[in-house]
């Protein structure tokens, strides 16, 4: 499975951002898609993930309540929607994939990344 992760940029606190994860593999349905972050000198974190029958979103503590993970297997898409940014949400974010049916928190239980784009929250 190849993903392509797409819609970063630099925006001012309090803006939004609607992130893209385009998957290259009909199988899409059937995986638990993610989205991670990670900023300069700190670990790989958890933002959000979504099981493979979509539904509700599974969100870090950070984000919950202003960002919405959501995905279109038609389209072999999943979207990160990033509403009230903060400058400490400034980070790379990468997509993720699991060939499972549970969700994980986990950045090692996922096995196929995409390239991150990069957020930049700033005034």
């Known amino acids: 499975v190849q993903l392509q992760a797409s819609g970063g940029g630099l925006v001012q606190p309090g803006g939004s951002l609607r992130l893209s994860c385009a998957a290259s593999?009909?199988?899409?349905?059937?995986?638990?898609m993610g989205w991670f972050r990670q900023a300069p000198g700190k670990e790989r974190e958890f933002v959000a993930a979504?099981?493979?029958?979509?539904?509700?979103?599974y969100y870090a503590s950070s984000v919950k309540g202003r960002f919405t993970i959501s995905r279109d297997d038609a389209k072999n898409t999943v979207y990160l929607q990033m509403n009230s940014l903060r400058p400490e949400d400034t980070a790379v974010y990468s997509c993720?994939?699991?060939?499972?049916?549970?969700?994980?928190?986990?950045?090692?239980?996922?096995?196929?990344w995409g390239h991150g784009t990069q957020v930049t929250v700033s005034s």
């Open positions: 993720a994939a699991r060939p499972a049916s549970v969700i994980s928190y986990s950045y090692r239980q996922y096995t196929y």
């Open positions: 593999q009909r199988t899409f349905s059937s995986y638990v």
């Open positions: 979504i099981s493979w029958s979509g539904g509700s979103g």
